[in-house]
């Protein structure tokens, strides 16, 4: 990144944080979220331009936050689930384009949609659960996108390999690593 592009992103990040720091003092969800917000947070834009690149016409995101990856996508229905209800009333009042709901994985009620994205928390679940809760919707998606904490980093909970979606009729179609960060970007195929 340039350091015109620097300076500008810098701005838009600490407009975008006072104004959400107003919404925090009226909701009390976590901080984290005005504290990076997409401005700060550079990879969300560049996942919104995979997703975007994929031709989706659904999209249902769970742990969205206030779904700023999904206000950033060229996608006709988007729909982001949260565990946080705090957040969920923030973001409702925020962006009218997404559909917010409170709830995990194992509360999706859509019985199809073209992606599932995880991003950003699922390091905090174990493999096996993770691969439990995402059996329960394995025909409902065509793309499954992730993100993986990247081997060697200090600090994170949970490491996954992601092996079980290869052993389940899934095919690892893209691997992005994120510059400057702990994270890589995967995205999957359902070959169901
Ligand atoms: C670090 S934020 C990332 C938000 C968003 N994905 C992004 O990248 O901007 C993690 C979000 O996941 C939510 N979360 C954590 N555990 C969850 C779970 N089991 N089910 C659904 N959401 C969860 C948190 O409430 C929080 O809003």
Aim: contains cysteine; charged residues 25%; glycine residues 6%.
């Amino acid at each position: 990144m340039n350091i015109f592009k620097k300076i500008i992103y810098k701005i838009q990040f600490l407009n975008k944080r006072a104004q959400l720091k107003k919404s925090w003092e009226k909701y009390g969800f976590d901080v984290w979220h005005v504290e990076n917000n997409i401005y700060n947070r550079p990879y969300k834009f560049q996942l919104a331009n995979e997703l975007s690149n994929l031709g989706l016409d659904s999209i249902v995101e769970v742990g969205c936050g206030f779904g700023e990856i999904l206000v950033h996508t060229n996608v006709k229905t988007k729909i982001g689930y949260d565990i946080d209800p705090k957040v969920i009333q923030a973001a409702s009042e925020m962006y009218d384009e997404v559909t917010y709901k409170v709830g995990g994985l194992n509360d999706i009620t859509e019985n199809s949609f073209e992606c599932l994205l995880l991003f950003n928390w699922i390091h905090n679940i174990s493999e096996p659960d993770l691969e439990d809760s995402i059996q329960r919707h394995q025909g409902k998606m065509k793309y499954l996108v992730v993100d993986q904490i990247k081997q060697g980093t200090p600090g994170y909970q949970f490491y996954h390999t992601f092996n079980f979606l290869l052993e389940n009729k899934f095919s690892l179609l893209k691997t992005i690593s994120v510059e400057k960060d702990v994270r890589n970007i995967l995205i999957y195929k359902s070959n169901l």
